[in-house]
């Protein structure tokens, strides 16, 4: 077995923010293979956010964010088992992350279980008609427009989009099991409220050659 170090503990931790015993483990269980142990702790954290899934989490905090320019503006409900956890600085940066991506992403649900069926049905017959209109075979037009309903949850829902702040390109989803795994509560992220400013007024356009007439006495 490889002699694990401090150094490599120290490494696997800053690149996966585990645990410092949990990382030790990994790398024991992967002969000191920092790939192996990575891949060993997000099995971990996905069979931790398993067993913690049915939990009630009422505790937790309201992340915010407010764009730089006042145009944009977020609200949303992150969700722990206690208030210990809600006061932890992982958490709440995580509540503060997922604001941000609400605001630059704009999704509409947070999870594809939100969606109503006919909305999901509508938009499957579409991707179907597009399928279709390229020509291609009957028997794989569904399993083509499944394709493209995975691409559109990905766009509307927040668990589905990759995470803005990670260089892996993981969804929002896979940094939430992470979390929880490293945490050891059950997280949920509740619901979420997107401003944006002027959204949904009907703005008043104005006629520029009636005002130029108008001007000139005509």
């Not at 990905?154 to 929002?172: P, S, T, Y």
């Amino acid at each position: 077995m490889a002699d694990i170090t401090a150094k490599m503990v120290k490494e696997l931790r800053d690149a996966t923010g585990a645990p410092m015993g949990d990382c030790k483990k990994a790398l024991q269980e992967s002969d000191g293979d920092m790939k192996a142990a990575s891949e060993w702790l997000q099995k971990k954290s996905a069979a931790t956010a398993s067993k913690k899934a049915g939990r009630t989490a009422a505790e937790g905090v309201i992340g915010t964010y407010l764009h730089h320019d006042g145009r944009t503006g977020v609200l949303v409900e992150v969700n722990a088992e206690t208030d210990f956890v809600a006061k932890n600085e992982s958490f709440q940066q995580f509540a503060r992350d997922i604001a941000m991506q609400i605001a630059a992403l704009a999704p509409k649900y947070v999870s594809s279980s939100e969606i109503p069926e006919a909305e999901v049905n509508t938009q499957r017959e579409i991707f179907q008609a597009q399928v279709r209109e390229l020509g291609k075979p009957e028997n794989l037009v569904p399993r083509i427009a499944e394709g493209k309903l995975g691409s559109w949850y990905a766009e509307i829902c927040l668990l589905d989009q990759a995470f803005v702040k990670d260089e892996k390109g993981r969804k929002v989803s896979e940094v939430l099991t992470e979390l929880i795994g490293k945490i050891g509560e059950n997280i949920v992220i509740r619901r979420f409220v997107r401003f944006e400013l002027g959204e949904g007024v009907e703005k008043k356009e104005d006629d520029f050659a009636a005002e130029v007439a108008r001007m000139a006495g005509a």
